[in-house]
Structure formats: C-alpha cells, structure tokens
C-alpha cells in the first residue's frame, strides 16, 4: 500500500474512470446513471486516489441510526493489498461520525474474498437472500451481513 494515497469526496470529473473500473469488476456493474442518481440522491460517495489514479471506491446510505453499504470496489491490479481494508476503516471513521449504530451489506455467496474482508472487520452474516443475484449459471444467493459498531 502507498503512503500518499488518500480517501476524498466523489467529484464529477472521477465519474469516467469510476464506471471503467466498475464495469471490470462486477457481474452485474453500476451504469453510469446508478452512480449519479446514488450521488445525487445524497448518499455518500467517496473514491481512493494515489495521486490522481484512482484505485477504489465506496458508497454508502445512512437512514436514521444504520448505514448499508451500496457499493466497494478496489481496481484490478490493486486488489488484495490491503485497500479494501483501508477503504472499510474510513467508512467506519464516518459512521462514527454520525453515530451509526449497525451496518448491513449484501454480498455474493461465491464472493470469498469480500466475505473473507467483511469477516475479518467484524461483520457477521445475518440472512440469506435465495437465488437474489443472476450469475453465469443462473442465479446465485446473496448473504447479508451486519456490524454493530
Ligand atoms: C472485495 C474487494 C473490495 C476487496 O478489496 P481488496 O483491496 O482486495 O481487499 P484487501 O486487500 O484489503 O483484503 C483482501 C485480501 O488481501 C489480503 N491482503 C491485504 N493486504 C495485503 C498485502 N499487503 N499483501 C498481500 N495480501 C494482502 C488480505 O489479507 C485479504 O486476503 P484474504 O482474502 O486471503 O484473507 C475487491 O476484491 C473488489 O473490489 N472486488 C470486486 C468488486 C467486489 O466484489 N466488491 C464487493 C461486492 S460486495
């Protein structure tokens, strides 16, 4: 992990690189509408930066005393050095901020290493969702999972 790398506030101009990166990354991406009606519908967004590359992002909703996480996506090629972990930390670091109590999120079964990065923050699951996502075989289930902070 680089030591200037910083975690900011969604700005417009990042929107192009944010849809690329989510496009490689999930089954089923965000499109580029998603991320603008999420940021304008006031949800926080926020994207790691290493200079002006950016490595990752997050969205999350706060609704009274819960927050749920929308949406964490590390770049592939920064994968698995510890940015999915330093991106969870600031998202804890601004639930604390507004006094959240639980945090709850939505995972694919086969997604072990989110699983395996929620697990080892604390989250536990909690629920499952049968044949909720659509995958290469037909469906497949979702795992919710929660915190108390
Ligand atoms: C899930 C995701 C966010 C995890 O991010 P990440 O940056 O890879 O996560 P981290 O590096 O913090 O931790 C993941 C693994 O890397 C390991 N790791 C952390 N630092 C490391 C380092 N310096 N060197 C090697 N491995 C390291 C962790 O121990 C962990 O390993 P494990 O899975 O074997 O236990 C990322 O893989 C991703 O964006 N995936 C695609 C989108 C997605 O699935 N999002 C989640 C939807 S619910």
């Known amino acids: 992990m680089t030591k200037n790398n910083k975690i900011q506030l969604f700005?417009?101009?990042?929107?192009?690189?944010?849809?690329?990166?989510?496009?490689?990354?999930?089954?089923t991406p965000w499109t580029k509408k998603i991320f603008i009606d999420s940021y304008n519908a006031k949800n926080l967004f926020k994207v790691l930066k290493s200079e002006?590359?950016?490595?990752?992002?997050?969205?999350?909703?706060?609704?009274?005393?819960?927050?749920?996480?929308?949406?964490?996506?590390i770049k592939p090629g920064q994968q698995k050095k510890g940015f999915g972990n330093q991106i969870l930390q600031d998202i804890f670091s601004e639930c604390r901020k507004v006094n959240i109590i639980n945090i709850f999120?939505?995972?694919?079964?086969?997604n072990?290493?989110?699983?395996?990065?929620?697990?080892?923050?604390?989250?536990?699951e909690i629920g499952i969702r049968n044949n909720y996502y659509q995958n290469n075989c037909g469906?497949?289930?979702?795992?919710?999972m929660g915190l108390a902070l």
Do not use: M, P, Q
């Open 112 to 124: 072990l290493s989110a699983i395996r990065l929620y697990e080892k923050n604390g989250f536990n």
């Open 52 to 73: 002006n590359d950016i490595i990752g992002y997050y969205v999350i909703l706060f609704s009274a005393d819960e927050c749920e996480l929308l949406n964490i996506t």
């Open 105 to 110: 999120l939505e995972v694919r079964k086969s």
């Open 11 to 27: 700005v417009k101009e990042d929107l192009a690189d944010v849809v690329r990166i989510e496009n490689k990354c999930h089954f």
């Open 139 to 144: 469906k497949e289930d979702a795992i919710l």
